[in-house]
């Protein structure tokens, strides 16, 4: 019998891709990602990635002194996920990977329009799949649009790929003293001093029993490492 091969939803934050500069993409980030995403897919791995957008606008931001109300400013927030997501495309190409990008918007000229059965479609013939523009509509955050697609596709866990090792009981880089959390409930992780990813996005995984694994992006392999069973070097929410 054939073993089942695993399928992983990874969510990048927008300000990964930007590195040092704090906006925009740096593409040795870009580069950097791509290769670590193709480990993975030579491993046997199915991979949907979902990108935020706060490396060029977040929706709250644009919204804040009231000129720009939050539902346009929330959609400016989706359009800057899908340039993300089609700078990663364009990445993940370069290094000889056949990608998709589905938006949840229409964009017909950019990507396809998202459609479950044609991404599940996608992954099983080796394909990544990019999911872009949040979930199409305002108020909801990347990480309740990646727990969302995560479930809609079957994975088996979504991985959020954070510059830290995990969750921590204070703010690491504030506190010396800060300890790791290898392992958390979801209802520890909704409490207000963790700090995981949106309620929305952690309620909706508990309702799907869908594991959380947050982890460093920029250590090599380690992503990889944890999709193989080893969590020592993260934090998993089930």
């Not at 897919?41 to 979902?50: A, C, N, Q, R, T």
């Not at 290094?95 to 329009?113: F, L, P, Y």
């Not at 799907?208 to 993260?234: E, H, Q, T």
């Amino acid at each position: 019998m054939e073993k089942k091969r695993k399928r992983v939803l990874v969510k990048f934050s927008g300000e990964a891709l930007a590195g040092n500069n704090g906006f925009g993409i740096d593409t040795t980030i870009l580069k950097f990602i791509a290769s670590e995403i193709k480990s993975m897919v030579e491993h046997g791995i199915e991979v949907g990635i979902v990108i935020g957008g706060g490396n060029i606008i977040r929706g709250v931001s644009a919204a804040r002194d009231g000129i720009i109300k939050r539902t346009s400013g929330d959609y400016m927030g989706m359009l800057a996920t899908v340039i993300n997501s089609v700078a990663m495309q364009e990445a993940l190409e370069y290094v000889g990977m056949d990608v998709r990008v589905q938006s949840a918007i229409k964009m017909e000229a950019i990507c396809e329009t998202f459609i479950v059965r044609r991404a599940q479609r996608h992954l099983e013939k080796g394909r990544i799949v990019i999911f872009a523009a949040g979930t199409g509509n305002p108020f909801f955050t990347t990480d309740t649009a990646a727990t969302l697609r995560a479930i809609e596709i079957g994975s088996d866990m979504i991985i959020k790929a954070t510059k830290v090792d995990g969750v921590y009981d204070k703010d690491p880089k504030k506190y010396l003293d800060a300890k790791l959390l290898n392992e958390l409930t979801y209802d520890e992780a909704l409490s207000d001093s963790v700090k995981v990813m949106d309620d929305t996005s952690i309620a909706l995984a508990k309702d799907n029993k869908l594991p959380i694994l947050v982890c460093n992006m920029f250590k090599k392999g380690n992503i990889l490492n944890i999709i193989d069973g080893d969590y020592s070097a993260c934090s998993i929410v089930r």
